[in-house]
Each structure stands twice: as C-alpha cells, then as structure tokens.
C-alpha cells in the first residue's frame, strides 16, 4: 500500500518542485538598483568606473525561463558592473540610448534583455538577448562581461 501511495505521489511532487520557480517569479538582489535609483547607481558606477547593465524583465513574471535567465544576469555581473532593472512600467525613465538598445532586434524577441554600457551611460558596449538554452545563455553573457571590463 505504502509503496502504491508513494508511486502515486511521486510524479505530483517532481512537477510541483520542477515548476515552482514559474509560480514565483523574483526578487531583485539588494545590490541591484532600480530606474528610480538611476543617478546613484550612475554615480557609484563612475567612482568604481565599473559599467552599468540595465536589465529589461518582468520580477512579476509567471514563466520559469525568464525568472531564471533574469537570475543569471544577476549571478554574472553582481560583482563587476552596477545593475540596473527596468521593466515596462518604468519605459519613460529609462535612458534613449538604453530604450533603443532594447528595441534593436539585436535584442532579440523575449525578455529578459541585458544593455551593458559605460558610466556615462553614452555607449552601448553590448546588447545581450534572452537565450533558452542556459549554457548558450551563460556563454554570452561571459562575452558581454569579458567585453565590458576590458
């Protein structure tokens, strides 16, 4: 009995663990600043001369793959660069360089979409579009980052 109760549950609990993320979106770092937050994160950025990546997502979300590939910018660049999130409730904020980044369709299609630029938010150094495949998605984002710091 006991084990026909556990081969009955098993498949329920694998798929409430498997897609649980998808229920919960995310929340943003303590580090990472929001648009309202602009010129201080602009200026910490020019005193540490460290780019800026501004983050287009939705922290609200209910898809897993953009939860997760949002947390993979996080987890890229916490350490290197000032991270800046946007989403579309903030568009008239947001800097015309960084708008037409977003809009490029070097951004690709799906969220999230990465602009890293310089401090003074003046140059575009690199558009990073949403990717599915994680390892294909860590792989630009470490070209972007490698790019950034040189």
Request: proline share 6%.
């Amino acid at each position: 009995m006991k084990k026909g109760f556990l081969i009955v549950l098993f498949p329920f609990w694998t798929s409430l663990f498997l897609l649980s993320p998808v229920f919960a979106g995310f929340e943003l770092p303590y580090e990472v600043y929001r648009i309202d937050e602009l010129k201080e994160a602009q200026k910490r950025a020019r005193s540490i001369k460290q780019p800026i990546v501004f983050l287009y997502s939705d922290e609200e979300t209910n898809c897993g793959l953009t939860t997760a590939a949002s947390l993979d910018v996080f987890e890229e660049f916490k350490d290197s660069h000032i991270i800046i999130y946007v989403d579309k409730t903030v568009w008239a904020k947001i800097p015309a360089l960084v708008k037409k980044a977003v809009n490029s369709s070097e951004s690709g299609t799906f969220i999230p979409k990465s602009i890293v630029v310089d401090p003074e938010i003046t140059r575009v150094i690199s558009v990073i579009p949403y990717k599915r495949d994680p390892d294909e998605r860590l792989e630009l984002l470490r070209a972007a980052k490698e790019m950034s710091l040189r």
